[in-house]
């Protein structure tokens, strides 16, 4: 599986973006997939993650209730909305394969893509 983020860019406080996450080389419609993120300087950590059929979704304390993942598996696809960004959730964000094991624990995933960069400014 290949994936690649897109959709990250520069916003103010407050502001929305939707990142999407295209998958190709197979289907993930039968796969749990997951969001990170990592900060300049910071380790990745854990932003979002979705069941195969999209009706488990689990968020980390700091995102939850401004972001909503979902996704498409007509058309291979993931996305994380962001809402009410905060300079704090500046960094680049990667969609990955969950495997098994803890949603939240990156080394549950694999075939991360390449990430799309997010940056909020005050």
């Known amino acids: 599986v290949q994936l690649q983020a897109s959709g990250g860019g520069l916003v103010q406080t407050g502001g929305s973006l939707r990142l999407s996450c295209a998958a190709s080389g197979r289907t993930i419609s039968s796969l749990a997939m997951g969001w990170f993120r990592q900060a300049p300087g910071k380790e990745r950590e854990f932003v979002a993650a979705?069941?195969?059929?999209?009706?488990?979704?689990y968020y980390a304390d700091s995102v939850k209730g401004r972001f909503t993942i979902s996704r498409d598996n007509a058309k291979n696809m993931v996305y994380l909305q962001m809402n009410s960004l905060k300079p704090e959730d500046t960094a680049v964000y990667h969609c990955?394969?969950?495997?098994?094991?803890?949603?939240?624990?990156?080394?549950?995933?694999?075939?991360w893509g390449q990430g799309t960069e997010v940056t909020v400014s005050s």
């Open positions: 979705i069941s195969w059929s999209g009706g488990t979704t």
């Open positions: 990955a394969v969950r495997m098994g094991g803890i949603y939240n624990s990156s080394s549950s995933y694999e075939y």
